[in-house]
């Protein structure tokens, strides 16, 4: 059925053929990539953009005719890419093209059906008028097989076109913003940060748009920077599970008038797998830390004396706990409290 609607629509893109007397045309099989038979040979080669914005693609295609038997019948080919207009290409132009044909498409349509119709021509002479009308015969559907790893994959415009990534303190935290430029296959994205520019961990994570070709924004609130100097970076991961990192931005935390601060990191927490962080204004002073249910009821306690150094918690202090969680830090006065994932 395919085979069949593909011709159909070839044969409506050149409204001269209605009024012509029915010829019988061959469909001939899908292709992807690559096609060939006795007389043809005709092979995606690239598809190339002028900008990550531009609405237009330019698909580029090889294509060779043999001589000789039944393949000199062929006088030419007719190219019908999906979001673009058919263009026809005689064996002259083929040759002085050095088997060369470009063809303008529209961006959206193309990612989203990146199919082009070839059909083989043959001329018939009307000389009441003094005219050539060409006549499709065979016709193929290439398809461009976007998504794959075949040797397609090298014709792909860029996945993912990160076009800004910057930070910014704010006094209710660290601010990042970025924005895409395109998207192609993409899940999400990681957002990772470090103490030193070298050491990174995850922090959360943000849903991509799966495949666009408009500007789109995203942000996230790093609500608990350390103190000092933090670096980001992104982590983009395609839904096959492929990533990417960005360029790592540097911010320095803004100051707070809250001198107690506690936080496990990363939150989620996998597998009691996390350091539980503590600053406060007096070095030395001793803090007692909670863990509580959503009932109130304490999982895990510990007090100790504040150093400046993270204690790293362990799956035998977490007891296999699995939830969502209040964690607390008391010194003297003061009170804070965080949510937390166990996972």
């Not at 330019?58 to 038997?69: D, K, P, R, W």
């Not at 060369?100 to 000389?127: C, G, K, M, W």
């Not at 803004?254 to 927490?269: G, K, R, W």
Request: aromatic fraction near 8%; charged fraction near 20%.
């Amino acid at each position: 059925m395919k085979n069949i609607y593909t011709l159909l629509k070839l044969l409506c893109s050149i409204p001269v053929f209605l009024f012509l007397p029915p010829h019988e045309a061959k469909a001939q099989e899908v292709g992807v990539c690559s096609y060939e038979n006795d007389c043809l040979l005709i092979a995606f080669e690239s598809i190339q953009e002028e900008s990550p914005t531009s609405p237009s693609l330019l698909v580029v295609m090889s294509a060779f005719i043999e001589t000789g038997g039944a393949c000199s019948d062929i006088d030419g080919l007719i190219f019908s890419p999906s979001g673009g207009f058919p263009v026809l290409v005689t064996r002259e132009a083929l040759d002085e093209n050095l088997n060369i044909v470009e063809l303008t498409v529209s961006r959206t349509i193309f990612t989203q059906t990146p199919d082009v119709l070839i059909a083989t021509f043959f001329y018939i002479n009307i000389p009441i008028i003094g005219i050539q009308i060409p006549i499709p015969t065979n016709v193929v559907d290439m398809q461009a097989r976007l998504d794959s790893d075949d040797p397609c994959l090298p014709i792909t415009p860029l996945p993912v076109e990160l076009s800004r990534f910057e930070g910014k303190a704010t006094q209710s935290g660290i601010n990042l913003e970025w924005e895409t430029a395109s998207e192609i296959n993409n899940s999400h994205f990681e957002v990772e940060r470090s103490a030193d520019g070298s050491a990174f961990e995850k922090l959360g994570s943000v849903a991509g748009h799966g495949n666009s070709v408009a500007t789109i924004e995203y942000s996230y609130l790093d609500k608990h920077p350390n103190p000092g100097t933090n670096y980001y970076r992104l982590r983009q991961v395609d839904f096959d599970g492929k990533y990417e990192y960005s360029n790592v931005v540097a911010v320095t935390a803004p100051e707070t008038t809250q001198a107690l601060q506690v936080q496990i990191v990363p939150n989620p927490c996998l597998n009691g797998d996390c350091q539980l962080r503590i600053s406060t204004a007096t070095a030395g002073q001793p803090v007692r830390v909670q863990l509580k249910d959503l009932s109130g009821r304490v999982v895990f306690e510990q007090s100790m004396q504040h150093d400046g150094e993270p204690l790293q918690l362990t799956q035998a202090q977490l007891q296999r706990l699995r939830g969502v969680f209040i964690l607390s830090a008391l010194a003297g006065q003061e009170v804070v409290r965080q949510r937390v994932v166990l996972e």
